[in-house]
């Protein structure tokens, strides 16, 4: 198995270039930026490209050499994408909300993990358990509960050795205790975003579905590619013959109304982007 690749026309027709309303914009992202359609900030795809090269190669690099990685999406679009790549690549992940200490508190996270499993195993074997039905129900209640929080870090077994995130300010406290405990982080950075928040930024939008599955199928591959010990499509540089000034407006416009509606839609109703 290869490193995973990617062109700029499958980046603009997942939306990844459309960023947040204009006068929602960080200046940090300034350099990132094309420039902007309808109130919508547009996001240069060829400084994105050679980004998410570098930042995929850091998670294939971590990999290989026996690292964990640590799918973190809480937002409603990201829930779903992110637990199904992390499963797909045998990692994990967090995709609803994230619990403070997760990583600084790392010995009562785990003890937490011990009572999930504890649950599993009383449940499992509920006929011998001698509990009444009643017991049984706050048990099962209890279990659900401990494995929406942390089934999907459950199996981890210790501190992941690089973190995957989507939405920097909506996950700033992981993000927080990752950079504490000097733990590389791997993110997509919108308009709206400080890209000083990670080690391995790409910019690119972190709320449309189509962008972040994107994102998570191509961190999934380069795991799988680590794990495969494969050398293959290092050294590649993803984005040295595509330049979003070749693009012209004619094919910017195709792709833009295949996505434009979803991006809308999902602009409206991530409470991120909802005016305070």
Known sequence: MALPE???RELLEAGVHFGHQTHRW????????YGARSGIHIMDLS???????QAI????????????VLFVGTKRQASQPVAEAAQRCA???MNHRWLGGTLTNWKTVSNSIRRLRELETTLGDSEQSGLTKKELLNLEREREKLDKALGGIANMGGLPDLIFVIDTNKE?????????????????????CNPEDADFPFPGNDDAARAISLYCNL????VLDGLAESSAGLGIDLGEAEDISA???ADLAAVDAAVAEEVVADEASSEDKTEA
Do not use: C, S, W
Request: glycine share 4%; charged share 25%; net charge positive.
């Open 6 to 8: 990617f062109t700029m």
């Open 26 to 33: 960080n200046p940090k992202m300034k350099t990132f930026i």
């Open 47 to 53: 400084k994105t490209v050679p980004m998410l090269h």
């Open 57 to 68: 190669v850091k998670v294939r690099d971590t990999v290989a050499k026996g690292g964990r």
């Open 91 to 93: 990692q994990y992940y």
């Open 172 to 192: 700033a406290i992981a993000i927080k205790e990752a950079r504490k405990l000097g733990i590389p982080v791997v993110a997509v950075i919108d308009t709206n």
């Open 219 to 222: 961190v999934a591959d380069a």
């Open 247 to 249: 693009l012209t407006e």
